[in-house]
């Protein structure tokens, strides 16, 4: 028994140990791509990119061009030109091609967008206060359960040991059952083929 349990510790402790170097290994790992991903970006630029808002059904476009004549284009609606924002009012999720170009430099975008006239924006934080908000509930909920039913059980267990344990109540005489009468003295005779035998 000793020794069964000795084993088992020895394979418990060879699967924790196991286990370990596998974390290691993945976090060594995922270091090594990490920095692989870090020296390949540091040579390469990307592209300056859109900035998009949207609010309710309005959506505002701003240009990574910060400098120049900027000249809008678009198939949604008509923008006017030389601004750094175009704004799009009463959007209608229609999908659409957005550019602007100020020289040479030119940046082209394809919009599809989807907006709600109804819709209000949560920030992380007011999603945060809801999540704890429910979950203090339910914890409170569940201490109420817990301490009211554990009460009843209190209650219910002192109720049945109140009476005085010396007196033994008297309990009706059981309900005869046919199978099991005892034998009659005239019906002797129906029992008297059966004898014990031996097993």
Avoid at 15 to 33: K, M, R
Avoid at 121 to 140: F, K, N, P, R, S
Wanted: aromatic share 6%.
């Amino acid at each position: 028994m000793a020794e069964k349990s000795r084993r088992m510790r020895n394979a418990r402790m060879r699967f924790e140990l196991s286990l370990l170097l596998l974390g290691l290994l993945l976090c060594v790992v995922g270091t090594a791509a990490q920095e692989e991903g870090a020296e390949a970006g540091e040579g390469s630029t990307s592209p300056p990119e859109f900035l998009v808002d949207i609010s309710g059904t309005t959506v505002t476009i701003t240009c990574p061009v910060t400098e120049g004549d900027i000249v809008w284009k678009s198939t949604l609606t008509k923008p006017t030109d030389n601004v750094n924002k175009y704004v799009i009012e009463n959007y209608d999720n229609s999908p659409g091609n957005v550019s602007c170009s100020s020289g040479q430099q030119k940046y082209n975008m394809y919009l599809k967008a989807r907006v709600c006239a109804n819709c209000e924006e949560l920030d992380a934080l007011a999603v945060t206060g809801i999540i704890t908000a429910d979950l203090l509930i339910t914890l409170g909920v569940l201490i109420l359960v817990y301490y009211f039913s554990k009460d009843r059980k209190g209650k219910a267990s002192s109720g049945a040991g109140s009476r005085p344990r010396g007196q033994k109540m008297q309990h009706p005489p059981p309900v005869p059952n046919p199978d099991y009468e005892p034998i009659r003295k005239g019906q002797r005779e129906v029992y008297a083929g059966l004898e014990p035998r031996g097993f």
